[in-house]
């Protein structure tokens, strides 16, 4: 049964936004009966729910040799209860293009229940498309997160315990972005 544990327990702890906008009448009923083996990313992906509200690029002179950035990103959790990030491996770009890809754990980044935090750093963000090709889309100060794996702890307490939720394939679209060139 351990399968369906987590699925379902982040079901019970997304009633709350699906009784809301289900009232809004912004999603579809038939989203909860899928039986797709992804539901916990497929729900925040109909309910359009951003997880992340804000990301932060820095870019250093290094950058332009070695075509990786850092950055930090904040996330928003909407639940009523707290979320703690272990791990997010994310493609993100514009319009379907990836331009930066990252992969990071996290030791303790816990969210508290409707509330925001940074995660802090973020080490060795890759321009996939070199760094010109990214400095084109720094204009747009937008971007969208084209395939994103977060496991997420939901209900934990200060970071602790919880029920593992592994969300595979998240995407969010239009997610303010700032750049900061960094000299040394
Ligand atoms: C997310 O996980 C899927 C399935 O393992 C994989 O195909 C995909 O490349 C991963 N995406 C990222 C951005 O790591
Ligand atoms: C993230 O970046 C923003 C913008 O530069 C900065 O104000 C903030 O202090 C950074 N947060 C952390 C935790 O590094
Ligand atoms: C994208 O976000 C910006 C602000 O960051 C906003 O001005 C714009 O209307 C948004 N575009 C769409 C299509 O949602």
């Known amino acids: 049964m351990k399968f369906f544990t987590a699925p379902l327990s982040l079901l019970t702890l997304l009633a709350p936004l699906l009784v809301s906008n289900i009232g809004a009448g912004a999603v579809p009923a038939p989203a909860l009966a899928s039986t797709d083996a992804n ?8 309910l359009n729910i951003g997880l992340v509200s804000q990301i932060n690029v820095f ?4 950058s332009f040799v070695t075509n990786i950035v850092t950055a930090n ?3 928003h959790n909407p639940l009523p209860v707290e979320i703690t990030l272990d791990s997010v491996s994310a493609a993100a770009g514009i319009d379907g293009s990836v331009f930066s890809t990252f992969a990071t754990s996290f030791k303790k980044f816990f969210v508290p229940p409707f509330s925001s935090k940074n995660s802090g750093l973020i080490q060795n963000v890759v ?9 084109g889309i720094v204009p747009l100060g937008v971007l969208d997160i084209i395939d994103g794996n977060v496991t997420i702890r939901g209900a934990t307490i200060f970071g602790f315990g919880g029920i593992k939720v592994p969300l595979i394939g998240l995407v969010q679209k239009n997610i303010s972005t700032s750049y900061e060139f960094v000299l040394s």
């Open 127 to 135: 321009l996939t498309q070199g760094i010109d090709a990214a400095l």
């Open 73 to 75: 990103f904040t996330v």
């Open 59 to 62: 870019i250093s002179e290094d």
């Open 39 to 46: 539901l916990p990313a497929d729900i925040l992906n109909l």
